[in-house]
């Protein structure tokens, strides 16, 4: 079964302090992708990320890294230095590539807040 | 502008109507999903429509249907609307299956 679960339903910090979002996946599929998605107050969907299951490098943009784990089936999302911008619902998801048309399943997500 | 369009952005309407969501793909996508935001079930997969052909199916209500036309936008169809319904529906689209998704602004639907 595609799972995908942020055990961390919200997390405050202060400006500046470097902040963690786990994601943990479940597939059976060989051939996957993983997604990060940032969704501001105003709601929409920001793209951020997408990861395919072939490569497991490690991804740095700007602030943000991105540690993709196959052995523990995880996909942690890290902002350093973070910003009261960064305040924001963030979703990780999977979409497996040949099954299921390649929908998107979605974590619960987990609510960051970031305190000046 | 992500390229994927969809109308109306709110919608308030009473219980028991029905309305009709539209959604545009971005240019060249064949793929079109729809996905529903609420508080308590977070973002479900609803339906995807490939190039004018449903492909795949999530937990979408019997009360809801939908339909990509031949110029490849979709609509999303909810019939005897509940309270429950009330939610953020977001549209995306892919070029194919599984890659690239965009997804659109959304549509807030409140049902009083």
């Known amino acids: 079964a595609q799972k995908v679960t942020q055990a961390q339903t919200e997390i405050s910090v202060v400006e500046k302090e470097d902040v963690t979002l786990d994601c943990v996946y479940e597939t059976r599929d060989t051939t996957y992708y993983l997604f990060w998605y940032k969704q501001p107050p105003s709601g929409e969907l920001v793209f951020l990320i997408r990861?395919?299951?072939?490569?497991?490098q490690n991804e740095i943009s700007g602030r943000y890294s991105w540690n993709f784990q196959k052995s523990t089936s995880s996909f942690n999302f890290t902002i350093t230095a973070s910003q009261v911008v960064d305040s924001a619902v963030y979703f990780c998801?999977?979409?497996?590539?040949?099954?299921?048309?390649?929908?998107?399943?979605f974590g619960q997500g987990t609510e960051l807040s970031v305190k000046p | 502008d992500s390229g994927v369009t969809q109308t109306p952005k709110h919608l308030i309407t009473a219980t028991g109507q029905r309305v009709t969501l539209r959604c545009s793909p971005r240019?060249?996508?064949?793929?079109v999903y729809w996905y529903q935001q609420s508080l308590d079930q977070g973002l479900q997969f609803l339906i995807q429509?490939?190039?004018?052909?449903?492909?795949a199916k999530g937990n979408i209500l019997e009360r809801f249907s939908a339909q990509q036309f031949p110029d490849l936008h979709s609509e999303l169809n909810l019939s005897s609307l509940e309270l429950g319904d009330s939610a953020l529906y977001f549209c995306?689209?892919?070029?194919?299956?599984?890659?690239?998704?965009?997804f659109g602004s959304g549509t807030r639907l409140t049902v009083v």
């Open positions: 995306a689209s892919s070029p194919s299956l599984g890659v690239g998704y965009t």
């Open positions: 990861r395919n299951s072939f490569d497991e």
């Open positions: 998801a999977l979409s497996e590539r040949y099954n299921q048309g390649g929908k998107l399943i």
């Open positions: 240019s060249g996508d064949l793929s």
């Open positions: 429509y490939y190039n004018g052909e449903e492909r």
